[in-house]
Nanobody
Framework: QVQLVESGGGLVQAGGSLRLSCAASGRTFSNYAMGWFRQAPGKEREFVAAINFSGASTYYADSVKGRFTISRDNAKNTVYLQMNSLKHEDTAVYYC?????????????????WGQGTQVTVSS
């Protein structure tokens, strides 16, 4: 079993930046891909970004491409989401998740473990 704990959320003005972190424990971290998802009030959970087991391959939703960067440090069992040029529509609870495979996935059904979420609020 993998346990995931997110941190780094908060309130930021539009155009600002935040960095989310997700610390993993319980399984060999470098054996699986990681992803970030988000859920805004009244909306379904949506894919944001994913990174493969080694960190060599990443994939982004079109809505965040060029603004967000996902990375991982396998020595620290941590995945990050650097969010720049934040917009009001980025406001959501952000979740990190551990995939069932080595490779990037966008479907939440292919993720076996989820963190508790961290709130990101972007004021306009």
């Amino acid at each position: 079993q993998v346990q995931l704990v997110e941190s780094g959320g908060g309130l930021v003005q539009a155009g600002g930046s935040l960095r989310l972190s997700c610390a993993a424990s319980g399984r060999t971290f470098s054996n699986y891909a990681m992803g970030w998802f988000r859920q805004a009030p009244g909306k379904e959970r949506e894919f944001v970004a994913a990174i493969n087991f080694s960190g060599a391959s990443t994939y982004y939703a079109d809505s965040v491409k060029g603004r967000f960067t996902i990375s991982r440090d396998n020595a620290k069992n941590t995945v990050y989401l650097q969010m720049n040029s934040l917009k009001h529509e980025d406001t959501a609870v952000y979740y990190c998740a551990a995939a069932t495979t080595y490779y990037t996935r966008t479907n939440p059904r292919e993720y076996a473990a989820w963190g508790q979420g961290t709130q990101v609020t972007v004021s306009s």
